[in-house]
């Protein structure tokens, strides 16, 4: 018998990404002391990259590498043609003490002068992935900038990084978001990654216990971190050569989940006017009643009453035991208040229509579950239990649809389960998100990307398009091999064109293939994809690739992800 528990918390773990350490994917089974001692020799490695930024008080430092922004001066470090900044405070007060589920706090103006030569702590999590492996602290409110050192008078596209995981882990220090190879190649951007509160920190409902009418934020507190962080980014950028008014949110997975709800937050667009979500969406979610029964199991488990009881709870043991009892199931609320309860309803009815989107699933999203999870046993398991959680909120009819689905997918035992969950997940909350926001006469650019990593099983899952984005080939624990570099460097181009102009269309001469690539919007007629095929990236109608059963699947979007 597999344990369940464990199961549901690599199921958690798996929407990370590509950041994750996953001993499956390189081959071959551990015993639990090779896996203690090879995590232990990571956490070494990660935490070897730790430092303390600290106050500069004798004038001494580089000015042409110095910024000022409103909480202070912050001087960062040149490598190559880059000038990197690390660990930049984007709230006033951090949201430890007194302030842990509480809204995150504004800057003050400072004069002050201070070193941005090192990622922040990470915000606390289980230790599983590489940011956890890094010094955790409740101080973890920071962001990092990414700019070209070469001075320009033109304001730069701003592109702001937020990091998947699930709503539960990862962070900013993970290699695989450090984005220095990406704009020395493209120094024509800025690149901000930005942290935010995680799991039973970030996202625990309060509101209905004895005390709780203190605390109204603390299911959608990331969130709020995440619309903090790009206030900053609004009022600071223009120092770091961005142009405030130009702003693309971009974020894969649960970070996907969170650049499409924060498109749903009233006055949020003042921000941003453009959003990238790989492998996410709005139905990454939660309900309030589904939010409050965690909150009341982990309540119970504790032996707590009040938040005044929880208060008092040490965090690391707050995020053990939400792990443990919780897995995949604390994620933003759709509360009525900061976000709409029926996210697409808000969509057809024009709420995001002054944005653009650019989204996407990759072909065989739920491999990486598959996978990661050890291999067929250990995910049938769970997805058996998980489609039967789900069938139970389903019609008669609609179980009857799904059922027909399963059904037709050929192959071994674990397929029926990888397109099902593939379908409810990620496929069919796409193709809605295109759809609403294409008849609420907004812009919507969406792709289908195909390219297969090496690894068995694997195929192209979750996180594969992550590593040849952001150009670090060298990071192959998803892909298994380094993908082919001209395709690579084209959807990096397509990637900063959107950003510079809203369209990913690239011209010949930019193309690096010479070659032009022409993105269609998509349309509800056609239904319009970029197919990213690893040696033919082109546009197809979706009806060519089955991105979706519209007939037996489309509607699962109205049951959500989490």
Known sequence: MVNKNK??????ILICGVGIIITACKGGKQSEAETSDETAEHKKIVRSWYGENKTITDGNYDKSLAVKCINGTFVGKRVDSTVVFRGIPYVGKQPAGELRWKAPVDVVPCDSVYQAYYNAKSACQPEVEVSSLYYQDENCLYLNVWKSAQPTAEQKPVIVWIHGGAYAYGGTVDPLYDFHNFVEENPDVIIVSAAYRLGVLGFLHLSHLPDGKDYPDAQNLGL??????LKWVHENIAGFGGDPENVTLMGESAGGGSVTNLSLIKGSHQYFNKVIALSGNPGLSTSTEAAIACTNELMETLGCKTVADLQKVDAQKLVGVATELLPLRLAPERDGNLLPRNPWEAVANGA????????GVNKDEMNFFLVGM????????????????????????????????CKDVKGESYEPYCKLF???????????????????????????????????????????????????????????RPFDETFSKTMRKMWVQFAKTGNPSISADVSPDGKAKQWPLYDLKDKQVMVFDEFNIHPEKESQRGIVDWDRTYFLANYYGF
């Open 7 to 12: 199961i549901w918390m690599l199921a958690a």
């Open 224 to 229: 709020m971190d995440q619309l903090m962080a």
């Open 422 to 480: 593939s379908q409810l997940m990620f496929n069919a909350p796409c193709m809605r998100l295109s759809e609403e926001q294409t008849k609420a006469g907004g812009k919507s650019y969406t792709y289908y990307f195909t390219v297969e990593s090496a690894l068995p099983m694997l195929k192209s899952a979750h996180g594969m398009a992550l590593a040849p984005l952001f150009k670090h080939p060298e990071l192959d624990g998803d892909t298994g």
């Open 352 to 359: 995001v229509k002054d944005i653009t989107y650019l989204h």
């Open 374 to 405: 050890g291999g067929p046993e250990p995910f049938n398991e769970w997805a058996v239990a998980r489609k039967e959680m789900k069938l139970a909120t389903l019609t008669t009819e609609e179980k009857a649809l799904v059922e027909s689905f």
